[in-house]
């Protein structure tokens, strides 16, 4: 640092001038200690460590999901247990922001309220919860923890089985559940000659679909697979839609609008998917779609 108080080209300064100069010139020059450091308003290291969180209970996590929890996103209505692959990611997330399992919290949100309008109780929310421009008028998203596709799941030898494009879903009757991207392929992709059923609950989906109120129904792939595998006798997963935009459709962690976990929650799923880590929690609990044929 060079400062000049005075110098045979311009008047010199009183002395007691210089000396405040001097002072605040080499104030400005030292470096600031820790604690008076501007705020990261981007979601850096030092905003984002666990101690400057501010979470809803000090010192936990809390994070909500609907009632039940589905598996494969869940297993055994439990999502406090870790397995599955929502609960999974739910509790790697919260690694990442320096929360233990112990020190996570689970709180029940019904589906359509996770994204509703209004103040929340809860830190994020994880449940199946596709990322849309209408959706974050209301609330915030992470990033992307999860790129899916919807597909339709009929009951063997059924019409609706033999459909292989989605004009041939157009005569059948199809249903899913109420406020889902799922809901929203039929009425935009399918359009189908009948409205669809909406139900409240995918278990509501699922029996309409064995007692015939409907020929098939519409899902994301992997809860395609655990209906066709676990719960749905003699049903079959029909085909799946194709990406719809040039971006893929994603699930996004909720959060309250404009909360100030978002940058940091998004960098946490950021983190988690550059060092393979959602990789490893998909590989495990979700199943591969390669074999199901698009509905062209």
Not at 197 to 214: E, P, T
Not at 221 to 227: D, K, R
Not at 258 to 277: Q, Y
């Amino acid at each position: 640092m060079n400062l000049v108080l005075g110098n045979s080209h311009g008047p010199r300064l009183p002395r007691s001038l210089a000396a405040l100069a001097l002072l605040a010139a080499v104030a400005g020059c030292a470096p600031q200690p820790d604690g008076e450091a501007a705020p990261d308003s981007g979601g850096g290291t030092e905003r984002c460590a666990r101690g400057a969180l501010k979470t809803q209970t000090a010192g936990k996590l809390t994070v909500a999901t609907d009632k039940p929890a589905y598996e494969p996103w869940f297993q055994d209505d439990d999502p406090a247990n870790g397995e599955g692959f929502e609960s999974a990611t739910a509790y790697a997330v919260a690694k990442r922001l320096g929360y233990g399992k112990a020190e996570v919290v689970w709180q029940t949100v019904p589906f359509n309220k996770a994204f509703a309008p209004g103040r929340k109780s809860f830190d994020f929310d994880i449940n199946q919860v596709s990322v849309s421009e209408e959706r974050k008028r209301a609330v915030d998203f992470s990033a992307g923890y999860y790129d899916v596709r919807q597909a339709v799941v009929a009951l063997k030898g059924s019409p609706a089985a033999k459909a292989r494009t989605v004009a041939a879903l157009r005569k059948v009757k199809l249903g899913a559940q109420v406020g889902t991207t799922s809901l929203d392929v039929i009425d935009d992709v399918v359009r189908p000659q009948r409205d669809a059923a909406a139900f409240a609950k995918n278990d509501q989906a699922k029996s309409a679909l064995r007692n015939g109120q409907v020929d098939a129904i519409v899902v994301d792939l992997p809860t395609a697979f655990y209906i066709t595998a676990a719960e749905v006798e003699d049903a079959e997963i029909v085909g799946q839609f194709a990406e719809r935009g040039t971006a893929p459709e994603q699930f996004g962690l909720v959060l309250d609008k404009g909360s100030a976990l978002t940058s940091c929650v998004s960098k946490a799923v950021d983190a988690l998917r550059e060092d393979g880590t959602l990789a490893k929690i998909e590989k495990r609990w979700l199943t591969e779609a390669a074999d199901v044929p698009v509905l062209t």
